[in-house]
């Protein structure tokens, strides 16, 4: 199990960009599916994104595709999330979270299993 620490959250503009961190302490992280998911006020936490062990594939909600990138770098025990064109509605709670399953239909994520490790979360607003 690894301990994860998220960085990079605040409070942007509408269509303004930010790079959210999320370092982990522990082994295993090179083995580990990394993801990202977020918590809007008076609604349920929802899969953002996510990128397998080796980095070779990653898997988005519909609703980010084309502006957010997920990354990693396993060297320094560290995966990224690269938000553009930021809006409104992408304000929330953002948490790392390591080691699921995915279950893929149609290269769509149709559903997540249970993250082994969460992060703290870390605050992201959009203002209009």
């Known amino acids: 199990q690894v301990q994860l620490v998220e960085s990079g959250g605040g409070l942007v503009q509408a269509g303004g960009s930010l790079r959210l961190s999320c370092t982990a302490s522990g082994r295993g992280f090179d083995r580990y599916t990394m993801g990202w998911f977020r918590q809007a006020p008076g609604k349920e936490r929802e899969f953002v994104a996510a990128?397998?062990?080796?980095?070779?594939?990653?898997y988005y909600v519909n609703s980010v595709k084309g502006r957010f990138t997920i990354s990693r770098d396993n060297a320094k025990n560290t995966v990224y999330l690269l938000m553009n064109s930021l809006k409104p509605e992408d304000t929330a709670l953002y948490y790392c979270?390591?080691?699921?399953?995915?279950?893929?239909?149609?290269?769509?994520?149709?559903?997540?299993?249970?993250?082994?490790?969460w992060g703290q979360g870390i605050q992201v607003t959009v203002s209009s």
């Open positions: 990128i397998v062990s080796s980095g070779e594939s990653t």
């Open positions: 979270a390591a080691d699921f399953s995915l279950t893929i239909s149609q290269a769509i994520v149709i559903r997540t299993g249970n993250p082994r490790s």
